[in-house]
């Protein structure tokens, strides 16, 4: 995925962009990187990679390299950057967070058209950033470059430039998928990605830019430039996953969706004839799958209870080694047992969502290890059906990755994909036998999903703002 942070200042900001930008850490592992403007020093800027330690660390003592009266950061999991340009609209600095599914069409396309050339990578492939500004640059000034870009690329692209002088352009994706959030302070403004960084460091939380909206920054306060379109499709995944339990997006708090959603997946389960009394305690699976938990066990009256710690210190996140295997090994050391809380107990689990399902097949097979008497599990999201092609917050790029797509093709081949719909839905004959079958395949006592309704009034938030492309491949 990714994350940013920025500020426009008349003082210097680079210890705030520092500790603004660290609070995304938990949006990507691959790259960190900052870029600022001083009236004196001018541009600079510093990128290190941070898949083997934390931003923090990489960029501690940052404020003796660094000086800068305006600053963005950001946290990638694709490509180096912020990337600097000379361009006919000035010198300036850029980051992106989104994906460009089309990358090779436009590449072709701006080699044709510009007979120039542009930096390759090992094995050929381009720097997202570097092609988005290439686009921009197609257009006399940055403004019209923004939406000629947003609207040429096939994905999506939320950006911020950092412009000679200071100000900063932030550009949210025209339907909205990924929040951008401006901040005031005194005598300085400032953007991020998740909205409690602001607050964090000081800034009182102005709005939420709307869908294809566009605004300058300045010290002094917010322009907007592009007013904002009609069509909102904000990622509902963003509640239930990779959203951090403090932040809020478009008036909804994470965490509180996920007590809610916990309480609306146990009401769930009581009307269909779950039977309570067999459980002995509730758990989710660390760490977002924690509050869907705990709502599960308000709503039901038993006992929640953390079965199993995640040892963090050292292992931030199981998926920051480069390997699948290295990512399963370290999931598994992660995981310490309470075995008093284990042993003979009938235990059910909420987590976020099951995607590949690699690592929860472990953490089950740990559980019984560990002398569980049974395990019943609940994912928090309904069955993912499609890879996600909007937003690059997963590895997955074939649906084929996805468990539950694996699991239909492996019961009716070609042919169930055309019943998906049916799959997803519990009530009916293929939905119960998708359950049974991965249950049987994980070893879960029982599995239901989380339905697209519950998700949906979790949120609070109309469905025609909401994409819930992986669950429905409805765009």
Request: a negative charge; one cysteine or more.
């Amino acid at each position: 995925m990714g994350g940013y942070f920025g500020i426009s200042s008349d003082q210097d900001c680079i210890l705030d962009v520092y500790f603004g930008v660290d609070y995304h850490s938990h949006l990507g592992t691959r790259r960190g990187g900052l870029a600022a403007f001083d009236p004196e020093f001018g541009f600079q800027r510093e990128i290190h990679n941070i898949e083997n330690a934390p931003f923090r660390t990489k960029f501690e003592g940052i404020t003796n390299k660094m000086h800068g009266t305006s600053a963005i950061g950001c946290i990638s999991d694709m490509d180096p950057q912020p990337l600097l340009f000379r361009s006919a609209s000035g010198t300036y600095a850029i980051t992106t967070v989104g994906i460009v599914n089309n990358l090779d069409e436009i590449i072709d396309m701006i080699l044709l058209e510009s007979h120039g050339h542009l930096e390759a990578k090992t094995g050929g492939k381009i720097n997202q950033t570097e092609l988005i500004a290439a686009l921009i640059s197609e257009k006399e000034d940055l403004i019209e470059g923004i939406r000629y870009a947003q609207e040429i690329i096939d994905g999506t692209a939320n950006i911020l430039i950092l412009k000679e002088g200071g100000n900063i352009i932030a550009a949210r994706d025209l339907v909205g998928r990924l929040p951008m959030t401006v901040g005031t302070g005194e005598h300085s403004t400032a953007v991020a990605f998740e909205s409690f960084t602001l607050s964090k460091m000081g800034y009182e939380e102005m709005r939420d830019l709307g869908p294809g909206e566009i605004v300058e920054m300045t010290p002094r306060g917010v322009t907007t430039l592009r007013e904002p379109g009609d069509k909102m499709k904000i990622c509902a995944f963003l509640w239930s996953y990779y959203g951090y339990p403090t932040t809020t997006y478009e008036g909804v708090n994470v965490e509180m969706m996920r007590y809610k959603n916990g309480r609306i997946m146990a009401r769930n389960d009581m009307k269909n004839g779950f039977d309570m009394s067999q459980i002995d305690y509730v758990g989710g699976v660390p760490d977002s799958g924690t509050p869907h938990g705990i709502g599960y066990s308000n709503e039901t009256h038993l006992p929640f209870a953390r079965a199993f710690i995640k040892y963090t210190p050292t292992w931030a996140r199981s998926f920051m080694p480069t390997t699948q295997e290295e990512r399963n090994k370290v999931a598994k050391m992660k995981q310490i047992p309470v075995v008093e809380l284990i042993k003979d107990q009938n235990l059910l689990f909420v987590d976020d969502s099951i995607v590949r399902g690699t690592q929860l097949r472990e953490t089950v097979e740990f559980l019984y290890d560990n002398g569980a008497k049974a395990v019943h599990m609940r994912s928090a999201c309904p069955p993912l059906m499609y890879a996600c092609k909007f937003l690059n917050f997963s590895r997955n790029r074939s649906d084929m990755d996805l468990l539950s797509r694996r699991v239909v093709m492996q019961l009716e081949g070609e042919k169930g994909l055309e019943h998906l719909d049916e799959y997803a839905d519990a009530s009916t004959e293929r939905g119960k036998k998708l359950r049974k079958t991965i249950a049987d395949q994980m070893g879960f006592e029982s599995l239901e999903f989380q339905t697209l309704e519950g998700v949906i009034e979790a949120i609070g938030i109309d469905k025609c703002k909401l994409c819930t492309y992986c669950w429905t491949g409805e765009e």
